[in-house]
């Protein structure tokens, strides 16, 4: 089994055994349970899921919108064959002042690869997301609102900090997501991808998803190994990967786990 089914399936059997049942925004009650954490060496395993089958592709793709894109256009999306975003469209074809729109905004990509470059034990090396004065202009608060970086004896290592977490179908997204702009970041700045850490301040389980993971905690003495990461060697400009630079090289997964949204 790999480390990240391990973790993952041990957070989600906590939520269901002893998560907290109440009513939310969305109007479909979850079970939730604070303060959640997992962290991986990237060196030893890529942290993605085993039991059932992450669109690895698809959420590269968002990453590289947010990250590299630093778009808010759903339609540059779309573009990607990536539909997730389609609920939250505005009447302008965006999703507001949210995600890309505040990477642009603030050059962060840009200010956190000179600091990477030039003054790695700069204790300040973040990306953030949340912007009070944005926030009524966001379809969606950003849920990975805040990553930190740190480099410790030449390696990259990311906290990620999410307000929210959908365990069953957002949260392994972000797992990968976020592992391989660390990946990214690393190979750019002449680093080591080291530590990864998930910061999940409200992870939960809607209801209506019960069942699905209730079916992927069976398959747990069943789990692959981890996959390997590959990325193009060749690339050293951040701006310059594609989603062809990015792979993911024996991933073996149990099927897909159909469970629903709640917007």
Known sequence: MSLYDEKYLSIV??????????????????YKLPHQIMQFNL??????????FVAFKTAVKEMLWIYQKQSNVVEDLRQMNVKIWNEWEGEDGTIGKAYGYQVKKF??????????????????????????????????????????????DGHLNCMLIQRSGDMPLGVPFNSAQFSVLTHMLAQVTG????LFTHVINNAHIYENQIEGMEVQITRANDAYSAPKLWLNPEIKD??????????????????????EVSV
């Open 13 to 30: 059997k906590d939520i269901l055994d002893n998560g907290y049942y109440d009513n939310n925004r969305t109007g479909m009650p979850t």
């Open 43 to 52: 060196q030893k395993e890529f942290p993605i899921l085993t039991t059932k």
């Open 107 to 152: 050059h962060q990509i840009d200010n956190l690869i000179e600091a990477l470059k030039n003054n790695p034990q700069d204790r300040r090396m973040m990306l953030n997301l949340w912007n009070w004065e944005d926030l009524p202009e966001m379809s969606l608060a950003p849920c990975c609102f805040l990553t930190m970086w740190d480099v410790t």
């Open 191 to 194: 680093l080591k991808p080291g």
């Open 238 to 259: 951040f701006y310059e990967f594609t989603i062809d630079d990015i792979k993911l090289i024996d991933y073996e997964y149990h099927p897909a786990i159909k469970m």
